[in-house]
């Protein structure tokens, strides 16, 4: 699993650009489900019932999109501004090395007009990318690039970090679900999302052309046991975390308590999620046609948006293992 979580984040994907994920989930999906891709990039991976008896039509979501960069301007000197795309915040940028979505993988290098002022908060407008260029002419990149974070994949003991587990890591989780499970009475189509990361829209046009019975998205989500965090019952190692409200929905009570019920049946810890910022797929599929009955099954991540994100080994496996059990029984709803 390790070996397959690494593939994924080290794959470079900003919003608008998951292909190279895509293909490389497909690859790993192979003949296992029926596959196509829509008309926005999401990447549908249906697991047919294999039973007489007719269950549910179930959606696993799980976005493939990191956020990243995007070249705004290129200044006569070849140094870049640039605009975000998705959650990115400047307090993470200063001497971060950067990577381009193009065929070369241009690198650069994220300065700071008030470097050596270290008292100061960088704002947005004083940050720059610097690739090596000394002027326009010879600026390897253009505007409307994009690029990403760019940090090898480490572990730390049990602990995972990458500049992607938000959301590769819940890719990982509904591939091996999807590669591990056996007999099912539902039609479950996991479903690799684009453009999470700017408003969950390819979770919005995927959840239509699906119209499913119930859903589930597997994200990320914060954790409170960090030096002087705020007070929040979520810790590394303890399960994956059910959730039950965010900023931008509050799961359905019935999903909710089959997630719950079916983890306390299997003897799988698990951590109960009400998040104050933040919203994942699972607010779109909701609001979907008249309405889907929605949950989410969050994997428990520190330092979210940085370039080092933070999960444990045994919360991803305990999440594959709730996943698992819960698209391949009747839904209990
Ligand atoms: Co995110
Ligand atoms: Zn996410």
């Known amino acids: 699993m390790k070996e397959l979580i690494q593939s994924l984040v080290e794959t470079v994907g900003p919003s608008g650009h998951e292909g190279r994920v895509r293909n490389l989930l497909e690859a790993r999906i192979g003949d296992a489900a029926e596959m196509r891709v829509d008309r926005m990039g999401n990447l549908i991976a249906l697991r047919r019932r294999t039973t007489e008896e007719k269950g549910d039509k179930i959606m696993i979501a799980a976005h493939m999109d990191e956020i990243g960069l995007i070249v705004t301007h290129v200044d006569e000197k070849g140094f870049l501004r640039f605009g975000r795309i998705g959650g990115v915040m400047p307090a993470t940028l200063i001497g971060s090395r950067v990577r381009f979505v193009n065929e070369a993988g241009t690198p650069g290098v994220i300065g700071w007009e008030k470097w050596l002022r270290s008292t100061d908060k960088p704002e947005w407008k004083e940050l720059f990318i610097d690739v090596g260029a000394t002027s326009q002419e010879d600026s390897p990149v253009n505007v409307g690039d994009v690029a990403v974070f760019d940090r090898p994949f480490e572990t730390l003991g049990q602990r995972l970090v990458s500049k992607a587990m938000d959301d590769r890591i819940g890719c990982a989780v509904a591939l091996q679900t999807l590669l591990e499970m056996e007999d099912s009475p539902n039609d479950v189509y996991f479903v690799f999302t ?20 119930a859903a589930i998205a597997v994200d990320v989500t914060d954790t409170g046991d960090t030096p002087e965090s705020q007070p929040f019952p979520i810790a590394l190692g303890k399960g994956p975390a059910v959730k039950i409200m965010d900023s931008g929905m509050l799961a359905h009570p019935a999903i909710k308590d089959w997630m719950i019920q079916t983890a306390e049946e299997l003897g799988i810890p ?4 009400v998040l104050e910022r933040g919203s994942t797929d699972a607010r779109a599929i909701q609001l979907s046609r008249s309405g889907v009955p929605s949950g989410c099954l969050s994997i428990p991540c520190r330092y979210i948006h940085t370039p080092s994100e933070v999960v444990d ?10 996943l698992k059990a819960l698209v391949s029984e009747p839904m209990v709803i």
């Open 270 to 273: 698990y951590q109960r999620e």
């Open 194 to 213: 684009v453009q999470e990361e700017v408003g969950t829209r390819g979770a919005t046009v995927s959840a239509f052309g699906i119209e499913p019975d």
């Open 313 to 322: 080994l045994e919360d991803v496996t305990h999440s594959v293992a709730l």
